[in-house]
């Protein structure tokens, strides 16, 4: 069972303009919130992250969203470039001492030049 | 650094046929995982070992046996290997909880079971 939904599955954005992914997590038993680039062929890399204790992070052009109450938070891509087609995957952190990710379905992103 | 390298990359197998999948990392990380990926589903937990010694299971660790041989290599071990389990494999290696922990992933291994 999913307990970290991600919405859409595919997005086209035109260059320049802001790319949004949102994720939604049910477990509140969660401490850490990772976000994951993925270009073909290759292994997931960790893009930027977040604490709950924070509302907004941002890295250059990436900024993550934080919504403790609502038990949601999106990635936000500013100025998106074709460089930034890839697959996305929000993530979720458990707690209690286990420490296991549980993964969002993914998002395709293709930036159009 | 090779950081963790996965072997094969790519492996076709007939139904019934078993496999190891191998996993080494030489960034003295303490947790290891093995995950799948497949189209709509994301990355699926199939086994972790959050230190050398232990292993647990994730989200779908029917079909599957994992080995951590020591802090460096994990293995993924297919017994029996169904059509089901056609998917690419991820490894990955962490520094447990810690804060702005990374998980480093592999490059894959593409299974087909035919």
């Known amino acids: 069972q999913q307990q970290v939904k991600q919405s859409p599955q595919s997005l086209i954005v035109q260059k320049g303009g802001i790319s949004i992914i949102n994720c939604a997590y049910e477990n509140t038993a969660f401490d850490y919130f990772p976000w994951y680039q993925q270009f073909p062929g290759k292994g997931p890399a960790l893009l930027i992250a977040?604490?709950?204790?924070?509302s907004e992070k941002k890295e250059g052009r990436f900024t993550i969203s934080f919504n403790k109450s609502a038990k949601q938070f999106s990635l936000h891509i500013m100025d998106s470039q074709p460089g930034d087609s890839a697959t996305y995957f929000c993530?979720?952190?458990?707690?209690?001492?286990?420490?296991?990710?549980?993964f969002g379905t993914g998002t395709r992103l293709k930036v159009l030049a | 650094n090779a950081g963790v390298t996965q072997t094969p990359k790519f492996q076709v197998l007939k139904t019934g046929q078993s496999m190891t999948l191998q996993c080494a990392q030489d960034m003295n990380h303490n947790s290891m995982y093995w995950y799948r990926q497949d189209p709509g589903m994301g990355l699926r937990l199939i086994y972790y070992s959050a230190s050398e010694g232990t292993t647990d299971k994730g989200e779908v660790p029917n079909g599957y046996n994992v080995s951590r041989l020591n802090k460096r290599e994990f293995s993924l071990r297919l017994e029996s290997a169904a059509p089901s389990q056609t998917s690419v494999y991820f490894c990955?290696?962490?520094?447990?909880?810690?804060?702005?922990?990374?998980?480093?992933f592999g490059s894959g291994t593409q299974l087909s079971v035919l």
């Open positions: 990955a290696s962490s520094e447990l909880g810690t804060v702005g922990e990374k998980l480093f």
């Open positions: 993530a979720a952190r458990g707690t209690s001492g286990t420490y296991k990710y549980i």
């Open positions: 977040i604490r709950p204790d924070v």
